[in-house]
């Protein structure tokens, strides 16, 4: 009798057709030999075997380099369920709409089942996924990205409980792209992207849209997070998770070189991306990062903004529309002071200077979280780690300060449900455009927001100790245009205000938005920032607040009345501070 995995493995090869079927067991031996093809048939060029050893350049298609958020949509059986953030479609209507881009769709192609754990393999918190996919570049993405095959297969046996993913890259054709993401069958579906946030479906798609949906069902929290450790000078390490949109800095940071580390802070890396987060018996939150992997930005990453990352990808990498050296070794804009002669950009063309970058602007790596010097020996702890604070963020030119606390665990709710962020490279879409990104979920929570937000209020509730709750902004400009914050590794001096708040040694002003840090209560010794910066870092605009408050209100709107009265309060009580603002310190 066939096992339920079996059964939709079956029943995806009769709608797909592929010439032959291979179960992965992520092997060393395996993924050589895909390797191999995949050099033979141009979906990899090896890059320098001396400098670069078991590392690869692939180039995707020119309309195929982000994700597609216009493609990708919730498929939710009611459209309230998932609300006015998500694209919508009726079930029965996907599943007509799509089905046929499927049928037959692997003829002449292998397909590949790829079994596979998000987080430690050996965490009660970890889920199985398998994703059928005729991507031999999508398999040995998701062999670094999670625990992939045999070990996977050994936890999940004979059960249903997993959340399958069918995957073609179909001909690529922008008009016949979707992701389409089932919640109540827990199902996935994407045809024509073979781009990682589209392809990889172990990663936005089940460990945030999915998880999401049952984190909610299951009291638990799937976030678009990294996870931190900032170690003291006694040895201590307390845990951190922080939201930022895709390319504004989540990697760097969770991977910093600590500009204090000779003062014995060090940060170490749980995860970089994503976090789930469980409620434990003594009433703390715990996290794992799901991932087994980073799959990052390449463009300005360097030896200076991420030396832990430039060190963990000199082997065993794959690098995704890059530029290539003369000696073939990937290259891409930032990673030093000009380009070299005789690039081969991301195309595969002769790289003419000036006329376009040589890598994309949302070229990526793909590397073992394992290589880099900054993992954790905690990182895959069963029981996960525990949580102390929150830190949410993103790029603002103006309005947001350097940092700020929030008053307490609904207010902190406000200070996520509200942020905001200017665009990047990551998705496709307009760059620069300032647009609000609650927790950094916008894209990636999988039902309607509003009733997100009632999560994260009712895990407050809930939880003995809740973390405290930050907002940061490294981006901010002075009258010059210019970034008043060097950023890197001289964050870890707001973490360290952080912990000092967490320990109760560190004083801040009370403003309307916020407690902000004291010009003494940071720690800037040996940092060359004048008093007027600083002030300039620190500063709270009325002015620039009541604007926000009045986006924050147009975009409240959308929710109508799903939205909790806790955030109306919030928002209310942030106009009242506002028009009558005062400034006492705490």
């Known amino acids: 009798m066939s096992t339920p995995l079996e059964s939709w493995v079956e029943e995806s090869a009769r709608l797909t057709k592929p010439s032959r079927i291979v179960w992965c067991d992520g092997s060393q031996a395996e993924i050589d030999r895909l390797a191999a093809e995949m050099v033979r048939d141009g979906t990899f060029d090896q890059l320098n075997p001396k400098s670069f050893p078991n590392c690869y350049l692939h180039r995707s298609s020119p309309n195929d380099v982000a994700r597609t958020e216009g493609l990708t949509f919730i498929c939710s059986r009611k459209k309230e369920d998932v609300g006015p953030t998500n694209n919508w479609m009726a079930p029965a209507e996907a599943k007509d709409k799509v089905r046929p881009l499927f049928d037959g769709c692997m003829a002449s192609r292998t397909m590949y089942v790829v079994p596979y754990i998000m987080g430690p393999a050996e965490s ?9 996919t005729d991507s031999a570049y999508v398999v ?52 024509g992207s073979g781009y990682g946030g589209n392809a990889l479906l ?45 390319a504004c800095g989540k990697t760097n940071l969770a991977m910093m070189v600590s500009a204090l580390e000779s003062e014995g802070y060090r940060v170490w ?45 000199h082997h065993d990498t794959i690098f995704t529309n890059v530029a290539m050296t003369e000696s073939r070794e990937p290259w891409w804009e930032g990673m030093n002071a000009e380009a070299p002669g005789n690039l081969i950009d991301w195309h595969g063309n002769r790289y003419s200077p000036g006329k376009a970058t040589a890598a994309h602007p949302n070229s990526r790596y793909t590397v073992r979280a394992s290589q880099s010097p900054s993992i954790s020996s905690h990182w895959e702890d069963a029981a996960g780690v525990p949580i102390s604070a929150f830190i949410f963020g993103g790029r603002r030119a103006r309005v947001a300060p350097l940092v700020y606390e929030s008053f307490d665990w609904q207010h902190g709710v406000f200070v996520g449900a509200t942020m905001a962020s200017e665009t990047t490279a990551a998705a496709t879409g307009a760059v620069g455009v300032t647009r609000r990104d609650p ?21 407050g509730r809930k939880l003995k100790n ?30 360290k205000w952080m912990l000092d708040r967490i320990e109760h040694r560190a004083d801040a002003t009370e403003t309307p938005i916020g407690f902000v840090p004291t010009a003494n209560s940071l720690t800037l010794d040996g940092l060359s920032i004048s008093r007027t910066m600083l002030d300039e870092l620190l500063h709270v605009d009325v002015n620039d607040w009541v604007e926000e408050d ?14 909790p009265a806790a955030l109306r309060e919030e ?16």
Not at 164 to 172: A, T
Not at 550 to 563: C, D, I, M, T, W
Not at 571 to 586: I, N
Request: one cysteine or more; glycine letters at 10%; charged letters at 20%.
């Open 202 to 246: 172990g990663k936005k798609c089940f460990a945030l849209r999915i998880a999401s949906w049952m984190a909610r069902e299951q009291m638990w929290m799937a976030e678009h997070m990294l996870v931190l450790g900032l170690e003291d000078p006694s040895g201590k390490v307390t845990y951190m998770a922080a939201a930022f949109p895709s």
């Open 439 to 459: 927790m950094a979920m916008l894209p990636f929570c999988g039902y309607n927001m509003a009733d997100y937000f009632a999560h994260w209020l009712e895990m």
């Open 124 to 132: 009660p918190y970890s889920k199985i996924g398998v994703e059928i």
């Open 140 to 191: 040995a993405n998701m062999r670094l990205m999670s625990r992939m095959g045999k070990v996977a297969l050994d936890r999940l046996g004979a059960s249903s409980d997993f959340v399958p993913g069918l995957h073609s890259v179909g001909d690529l054709n922008p008009e016949r792209r979707f992701i389409l993401h089932f919640p109540e069958e827990k199902l996935i579906w994407s045809v």
């Open 550 to 563: 009045q986006a924050v209100g147009k975009f409240f709107e959308k929710f109508g009345s799903r939205l």
């Open 571 to 586: 928002h209310k009580a942030l106009g009242e501070r506002l028009s009558g603002s005062s400034v006492a310190t705490r």
């Open 466 to 495: 809740p973390p405290k709750i930050f907002h940061v902004n490294w981006f901010r400009r002075g009258p010059d245009n210019k970034f008043l914050w060097p950023g890197y590794g001289e964050n870890v001096r707001v973490l």
């Open 269 to 313: 890396t749980i995860g970089d991306d994503i976090a789930w987060m469980h409620i434990a018996k003594d009433g703390t939150l715990r996290a794992i990062n799901p991932e087994a992997g980073f799959f990052g930005v390449a463009p300005g990453t360097n030896a200076k903004t991420n030396p832990n990352v430039m060190n963990a990808i």
